[in-house]
């Protein structure tokens, strides 16, 4: 079992940025490609961004490249996510979640163990 807590959304205006954290506890972090993914209102669960499990390899959805930034530190067991330029359309909970593989996967579906989310709200 993995738990994972997220932590630092919040309210901010367009044009803003957020630090979201996650912290995991359980079986060794390093053994898990670690992903965040966000849904909003009336809305599929979307992946956001992904991180191999050494952190040398990321990913990223078309809508954030270039915003957004991906991060791990395994010796800390907490993957981050830098969020910039935050749009309206950025607006939903985001989630961590990890999964048992090597490379980092786009699929929900595909992840193991989820946090509860962090509720991401941009005004215009």
């Known amino acids: 079992q993995v738990q994972l807590v997220e932590s630092g959304g919040g309210l901010v205006q367009a044009g803003g940025s957020l630090r979201l954290s996650c912290a995991a506890s359980g079986r060794t972090f390093s053994n898990y490609a670690m992903g965040w993914f966000r849904q909003a209102p009336g809305k599929e669960r979307e992946f956001v961004a992904g991180i191999s499990r050494s952190g040398v390899n990321t990913y990223y959805a078309d809508s954030v490249k270039g915003r957004f930034t991906i991060s791990r530190d395994n010796a800390k067991n907490t993957v981050s996510l830098q969020v910039n330029r935050l749009k309206p359309e950025d607006t939903a909970v985001y989630y961590c979640?990890?999964?048992?593989?090597?490379?980092?996967?786009?699929?929900?579906?595909?992840?193991?163990?989820w946090g509860q989310g962090t509720q991401v709200t941009v005004s215009s």
């Open positions: 979640a990890a999964d048992r593989t090597v490379s980092v996967r786009t699929d929900p579906a595909r992840y193991d163990y």
